[in-house]
């Protein structure tokens, strides 16, 4: 990792906060001693639900077993800047795939 002195930091911040952006973390040291380490910040995490939840949902609800309508907990998720996360039969074909362990068929996760 890269060690710069202020006064370089002050001459080149733009450019080193460009690098660091970009993964290109650096240290930040006076009279040879780090003082601060300059690092990129995490991408803000994306929220997302998925159609198979709203499915189980919407079967439990249907059967009694669980009393939230899927409709109010899509639209709900939605207004809360939830995204839906895209599901192909690829999806569904490795879901068959898994070991069984524990739950309800009637719901299809078992």
């Known amino acids: 990792m890269r060690t ?9 911040l733009t450019k080193l906060v460009e690098k660091a952006a970009k993964g290109d973390a650096f240290i930040i040291a006076e009279a040879g001693k780090p003082l ?10 994306s929220l997302h639900d998925s159609i198979v ?3 189980e949902v919407a079967v ?3 059967l009694e077993d669980f009393r939230f309508d899927p409709q109010i ?3 709900g998720l939605q207004a809360n800047g939830y995204q839906e996360t895209p599901m192909t039969a690829q999806h569904a ?3 068959g795939a898994l070991p069984q362990s524990t739950g309800t068929r009637s719901t299809g996760c078992w």
């Open 4 to 12: 710069v002195t202020i006064q370089e930091a002050r001459t080149n």
């Open 36 to 45: 601060v380490k300059v690092i990129a910040l995490e991408p803000a995490n």
């Open 53 to 55: 939840s709203i499915w």
């Open 60 to 62: 439990k609800f249907a």
């Open 73 to 75: 907990l899509h639209e």
């Open 93 to 95: 074909i490795t879901v």
